[in-house]
């Protein structure tokens, strides 16, 4: 297919992406980098700050990963992409509304809470999830700041995926180690406070079988303040230890291996006395989360797979003495507003990215891109192939988009007829200059972020914050 502009075409294709998270961001850059159908995109977001989980999910200690703002920055400013913030889909405006505005619309709204472990006292105060400790040391706005007091000595992480290895590692730094972060400054005070000595990761299956990946278990096991502790029979393949066959290592993945010959190479260290602790329990899951008024400690069974590769318990328990229990199983996407829904799979369903009804047919101008695409699997960058399927079929579509909506209003008028106020990319400038500012101010780093939503509001209107 050419990629030239077709001189018939001269109205540009309207676009909202919903979203301004790595898949909403790279949904814009896809569409405007090709020079087939001449485009323009807004992507709102319900945030006066864009990129999504790059700004409020990556972990604060990972500067190399939240380096891809730069990239996405560079889409937020192409001239034919705008940020509106400040505007949520489905309180704020509707999909009808965006009916007048726009062609299409793409969903990139990810997955934004948590899965549940499904044992007894995971109600109880103490027993949290890791998105709401992420969402706390990352400066959500939403987030309720009196949830974490970091009391407890010892704490249990329940999960093998990279967002566990996250939360653990923050766990076990010292505040001195996340000084040039931009953790807010109020969460760096409790962190400095905290009196976690001890995180014990559960996994519930093995070494090989771990979601997360070895550049994080690497950072782990590189921590200068904390022992990692691996138990060398969790991690030898034994089969009467482990339950199932003897797995032939060639035929599991690389990663897999490189994960085993890290965790195999730490089984052999001994610890060195250093202030801080991490175990990692392989073999391991939580049965009961003991306690009356809080969390007083983790009941955890040991478990193997059977032959079929079936997980189960062995019947052996022990009591893990933790005063909080993080749960890290993974994320889910949320229903969005008149927008088909998979319940069980919490994403929407799509064919190559067009949103299908329940009677698996096409939604005219709905798409789909990122986690509430595929669930909440895959790094930043699977998110640009991702978004660029869904840019792929939408412009095939481009024809009979732009006959559905002739004239298109502003999306302005929208939002005027709506009496909505929003912000914009100016808007966020302002908010990311005065980060800077305050890190300068704090001695830390290149950002110390605001953390609630009157400050964004303040630096919005303009306000002195000191
Ligand atoms: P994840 O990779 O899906 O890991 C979830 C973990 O929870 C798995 O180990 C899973 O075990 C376990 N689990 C699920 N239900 C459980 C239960 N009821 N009891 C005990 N364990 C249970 O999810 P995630 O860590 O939230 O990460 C989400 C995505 O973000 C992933 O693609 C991840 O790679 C990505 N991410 C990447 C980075 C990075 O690149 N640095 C950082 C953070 C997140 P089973 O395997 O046995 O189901």
Known sequence: MSDEPNPQDETPLRVAVIGSGPAGVYTADALTRQRRVPVRVDVLDRLPTPYGLVRYGVAPDHTKIKGVARTLRRVLEHPHVRFVGGVEFGTDLTRADLARSHHAVVYATGASVDRRMGVPGEDLPGSVAATDLVNWYCGH??????????????????????????????????????????????????????????????????????????????????????????????????????????????????????????????????????????????????????????????????TRLTPEGRLEGTGEQAVLDVGMVLRSVGYAGVPLEGVPFDTGAHTVPHEAGRVLDTRGRPVPGDYVAGWIKRGATGVIGTNKSDAAATVRALLQDSPELRGAVPAPVPLERVLDDRGLAHSDYEGWLRIDGAEADLAAELGRGERVKFRDWDAYRRILRGEELR
Not at 203 to 214: E, I, V
Not at 245 to 273: I, Y
């Open 141 to 302: 706005p939403d987030n309720d700041w009196d949830d974490f007091a970091l009391d407890a000595e010892e704490v249990a992480v329940v999960g093998a995926g990279n967002v566990a290895l996250d939360v653990v590692r923050v766990l076990a730094k010292t505040a001195d180690e996340l000084r040039h972060t931009d953790i807010p400054q109020t969460v760096l005070d409790v962190l400095a406070a905290s009196r976690v000595r001890t995180v014990h990761l559960l996994a519930r299956r093995g070494p090989l079988q771990a979601k997360f990946t070895a550049p994080e278990l690497r950072d782990l096991l590189a921590l200068p303040g904390a022992d990692v502790v691996v138990r060398p029979e969790q991690v030898d393949l034994d089969p009467t230890e482990i339950g199932g066959d003897r797995p032939d290592l060639r035929e599991v993945s690389r990663a897999a291996r490189t994960n085993l010959r890290l965790l195999r190479e730490q089984a052999g260290r001994e610890p060195e006395g250093r202030p801080r602790r991490v175990e990692l329990h392989f073999w391991t899951r939580p049965e009961e989360i003991l306690g009356e008024d809080r969390v007083e400690g983790l009941r955890v069974g040991r």
